[in-house]
């Protein structure tokens, strides 16, 4: 079974600056998809980023970016010109790409990251 | 916006008593999931459906059933609550089989926060 790791269960920034949230991952799988989640006080679970693993280049939306180390099962999320309102509980995801898993997510514990004005 | 609404939002029942929790979608996704947040733990599939009628256990299903009869709607049911039930729930839909160019993403609905009392 695929196992997820947060070992940040909180991390803070100051505004404007940059910070990297960290996660590992345990599979035998080759081919799968990785995902980072935030979920503010709102309560809504809103995808950040995804990572296809056969993919090398690390993917970039906006201020987000990941370095993914397949090697290492590493998968972080860099947030740069940090903003208040990135402030929230961030997860980090697995999903197999095989069918036979049924899309299902495997979750980590979670980053509790604060943005401090 | 994926469409998916949960009801109720919030609900608060003694042990004991049975509570039914609905997800609905208007996309007509194949796949479903049900998922509990604790504190601690992230996110944990409970159960999900692969069709109507066609559905599996999760990591933590023991004392949950569901059942989806038609495409739009997933249930999850409590037979009998328990204080160990009381959790924030979230239904989320997959967009594999859908989409021409597939993203894999999941998508959450607003989630259902429930106290047993």
């Known amino acids: 079974a695929q196992t997820v790791t947060q070992s940040q269960p909180e991390m803070s920034v100051q505004e404007a600056e940059t910070v990297t949230l960290s996660c590992t991952y345990d599979t035998s799988e080759s081919d799968y998809y990785l995902f980072w989640y935030k979920q503010p006080p709102s309560r809504q679970m809103i995808l950040v980023i995804r990572?296809?693993?056969?993919?090398?280049q690390n993917a970039t939306e906006n201020r987000f970016s990941v370095n993914f180390q397949k090697a290492a099962k590493s998968f972080s999320l860099k947030i740069s010109d940090s903003q208040l309102g990135d402030a929230a509980m961030y997860f980090c995801?697995?999903?197999?790409?095989?069918?036979?898993?049924?899309?299902?997510?495997?979750f980590g514990k979670g980053t509790l990251l604060t943005v401090n004005p | 916006d994926a469409g998916i609404t949960q009801s109720p939002r919030h609900k608060v029942t003694e042990t004991g008593t049975p509570v039914t929790l609905r997800c609905h979608q208007t996309?007509?996704?194949?796949?479903m999931y049900w998922y509990r947040q604790d504190p601690g733990h992230g996110l944990r599939l409970i159960h999900y459906?692969?069709?109507?009628?066609?559905?599996d256990k999760g990591e933590v299903s023991d004392g949950y059933s569901v059942s989806r009869s038609k495409t739009e709607d997933f249930l999850l049911t409590l037979e009998s609550a328990t204080s160990s039930q009381t959790s924030v729930y979230f239904c989320a839909i997959s967009t594999r089989e859908m989409r021409v160019i597939s993203y894999n993403e999941q998508f959450f609905g607003p989630g259902t926060r429930l106290t047993v009392l």
């Open positions: 995801a697995y999903r197999s790409a095989s069918g036979g898993s049924n899309y299902k997510l495997t």
């Open positions: 996309e007509n996704h194949r796949y």
């Open positions: 990572q296809e693993a056969y993919k090398q």
């Open positions: 459906s692969y069709g109507v009628k066609d559905t």
